[in-house]
């Protein structure tokens, strides 16, 4: 039977009302109308009947409802379905689309619903059940790409991959290919999936395998992923998944954030499987483990041997760290003191006597020239000393690998912060010392009442090219950056090298 297109002035329009209404008993009546006008052959125009179709959707959604009811609306919107599928004729494709699209996301809400309200139910569904959540997660994922953003789109597929049964695993495993050319979607998978590893280990060694099947794959549609704009982040947050008790599935993981490394994340990944290598050395864990987290340290430094800064395991470098959160605490918390304070670090360089404070000195004269002419002024002061590294014929590589300084190595001091003062206290306090003296003696840096800090010495205006004090006399800052720590010299000639591209612009 051909279908009537109803005018929404009809009985439509009173249906639509009572669906939107806060009365139960309105809701249903409006359910059962809707369903006697469609089987008998009636259908509103494209328009109301979007409005139609979300006016049922948010009634499966209402938790009040029993579940009696909520299978009539089920049944109403299939039949509506069906009805646009058979009567093209009535309406054009574009409509057809828009209506089908609304009843498709319906349904994937509450399959999300269903999920979300206890993640773990999932794993109690029957295996049908779990199979039509996959099928239909997958076709609202293609027919509607942006989707990816929803984060729980991005859980619940993930949360049917891990689950106990394996038809289901299977199922999502063959979707991962063809669902892989959706922007963003193998990034946002892995990072779910490996979160969710964490969550809910696996148990049964089918469940093991599956995992580590599964993990395999999201490396392999890998390559999917590296334009995505956070991709050098992905790497940080599969290494979550080492939370996972299961030596097959850490193996994995490790495997997977190695074929995730760049030069930009490299240095991170390899501070923190030391500080994971750390604390498996101090608990009782299997030496086996141990051995992953080494084998995956050595896996990096041979994937990125010129990006990674070696001397991370160099106790000074933790000092170093140190000297830099030291200063940056006065930065953040005194901002009007930045001038100031790069002018009095420009004159009190020659004082420097250690590499770490030296290299902590220069990454502040770097942060605070802001200005061209401050920068200018700060090239100008420095150069001379500096001629050498400057002119270094690998400078360009060190600006290509190089990233953001105050992330890259702030980051590196936070995933410490809480053991220096303890474990290395005696260790840094030397170097503290020399820190401060350079601070608060030779900058005369001298703390308020108020806890602020204030440069009584110092002029209050920015540093420039005819006010900056030349640094000619002296050799010591040259020799401490080019004969005695060469490490640390890396790190300085690349924050020259940005200075200097600062000055060129």
């Known amino acids: 039977m051909a279908m009537e297109n109803t ?8 249906i639509m009302v009572d669906l939107e209404s806060e009365s139960p008993v309105a809701n249903v009546a409006a359910m059962n109308h809707a369903s006697a006008l469609i089987a008998g052959g009636k259908l509103p125009e494209p328009l109301p009947l979007c409005r139609l179709i979300a006016g049922l959707g948010s009634n499966l959604g209402k938790p009040h409802h029993e579940i009696v009811v909520k299978r009539g609306i089920y049944s109403t919107l299939m039949a509506i379905k069906a009805a646009i599928i058979s009567n093209h004729a009535n309406m054009d494709s574009s409509a057809c689309g828009e209506a089908l699209h609304a009843i498709q996301c319906c349904l994937v809400d509450v399959v999300f619903r269903c999920i979300h309200h206890d993640i773990s139910m999932v794993r109690l569904w029957s295996i049908q059940d779990q199979l039509t959540a996959v099928k239909i997660i997958c076709n609202f994922f293609r027919s509607s790409p942006e989707s990816i953003n929803d ?16 038809s289901v695993v299977c199922a999502c495993m063959g979707s991962l290919p063809s669902l892989s050319p959706v922007s963003g979607f193998a990034f946002a998978m892995t990072r779910a999936y490996c979160n969710l590893l964490k969550a809910f280990p696996p148990q049964s060694p089918i469940q093991i395998c599956s995992a580590v099947l599964m993990l395999d794959r999201l490396k392999h549609i890998s390559m999917t992923m590296v334009d995505h704009p956070r991709f050098d982040d992905l790497a940080l947050d599969v290494l979550g998944a080492l939370g996972n008790p299961v030596f097959a599935v850490r193996k994995k993981v490790l495997d997977l954030v190695v074929s995730f490394l760049t030069p930009v994340n490299v240095g991170d990944v390899v501070w923190l499987l030391i500080y994971e290598l750390d604390l498996a050395a101090t608990a009782d864990i299997p030496i086996e483990y141990q051995q992953m987290l080494e ?13 990674i800064m070696q001397f991370i395991l160099d106790p000074k470098y933790l000092v170093f760290i140190d000297c830099i959160r030291y200063i940056k605490n006065i930065m953040d918390c005194n901002p009007l003191l930045r001038a ?20 902590a000195a220069v990454w502040a004269i770097s942060v605070c020239s802001e200005s061209l002419l401050e920068t200018h002024g700060a090239m100008v002061a420095i150069s001379p000393l500096f001629k050498d590294l400057l ?42 010392m020399e820190m401060e003296e350079l601070l608060f003696v030779h900058i005369g840096l001298t703390r308020q009442a108020d806890g602020s800090y204030a440069i009584a010495s110092s002029s209050k205006s920015s540093a420039s090219s005819e006010d900056v004090p030349s640094l000619n006399h002296t050799d010591n800052l040259s020799f401490l950056v080019q004969y005695g720590d060469a490490l640390l010299a890396d790190f300085v000639g690349n924050l020259l090298s940005k200075l200097v591209e600062k000055d060129e612009e």
């Open 7 to 14: 005018p929404p002035c009809g009985d439509f329009l009173k």
């Open 151 to 166: 984060t729980r789109c991005v859980t619940a597929f993930a949360s049917l991959m891990l689950s106990p049964q394996i």
């Open 295 to 307: 084998e995956a340290i050595t896996a990096c430094h041979s994937a990125y041997r010129e990006s």
């Open 340 to 359: 100031q304070l790069l002018k009095g670090l420009l004159r009190a360089l020659r004082h420097v006597r250690s590499s770490p404070v030296c290299a």
């Open 391 to 432: 002119d270094r014929c690998d400078l360009e590589k060190l600006i290509q690998g190089g990233g953001e300084v105050e992330n890259e190595y702030m980051l590196a001091g936070d995933c410490y912060g809480g053991k220096q003062g303890d474990a290395h206290g005696e260790h840094l306090q030397p170097w503290l």
